[in-house]
């Protein structure tokens, strides 16, 4: 009895792990240093993402706010721009922001966001996505950002939808997570 109680604890012990590492794989993240831009990627419900820009910026971070991402709905104006609004609303100068509205994949938004860099003669780039996504982007911005000289560092956004520990236990954490496990799997494997 003894030994299955400690099989049964132990087995727990790995699955739990194995599921907070999952959370901490995607959640990447680098120490802050002062950069060109703040770049973030639009497509969070939340508003974690321009919230977690908007508040890197206040702190000087980054003397720029580069916003990324298309609407969702053609009829509607680029999921950028709102997040631009919402920065200016926070007391962000409009020139100090750069909008990129065309973008609607992640794989875009790094080819993007690295044509305006150059074009704007930023080098460094702090990115900020939701931590679930931050792995992926960090990938794709490095194959877009590599050969145009550009570097950047991961800041996940703090959003309070998803905690890398406890990803596993609701909605729509769990879904979010297994989605994204599937597109950087994809993206590893070169299916993407």
């Given at each position: ?121 930023l080098r460094t780039a702090i990115l900020v996505t939701s931590p679930y996504h931050q792995r992926r982007a960090a990938l794709l ?30 909605e729509p954490s769990r879904t979010l997570t297994m989605v994204e496990l599937a597109k950087l799997g994809a993206l590893i494997?070169?299916?993407?």
């Open positions: 009895m003894r030994r299955f109680l400690l099989g049964f604890v132990l087995g727990v012990a790995t699955v739990l792990g194995g599921l907070v590492a999952i959370g901490h794989l995607l959640a990447v993240a680098d120490p802050l240093a002062p950069a060109d831009a703040i770049v973030a990627i639009s497509g969070d419900a939340s508003g974690a993402r321009v919230e977690t820009a908007i508040a890197l910026w206040k702190a000087h971070y980054a003397p720029v706010l580069l916003f990324s991402g298309a609407s969702s709905d053609p009829e509607s104006a680029p999921s950028a721009e709102l997040m631009k609004r919402e920065a200016v609303r926070a007391g962000v100068p409009a020139d100090a922001v750069i909008v990129e509205g065309a973008s609607t994949t992640t794989g875009e938004n790094a080819t993007r966001v690295a044509e305006v860099m150059r074009a704007q003669g911005f490095s194959r877009a950002f590599a050969p145009a000289g550009l570097a950047f560092r991961n800041q996940p956004a703090d959003d309070p939808q998803w905690d890398a520990n406890t990803w596993w236990a609701r494997v070169g299916a993407t």
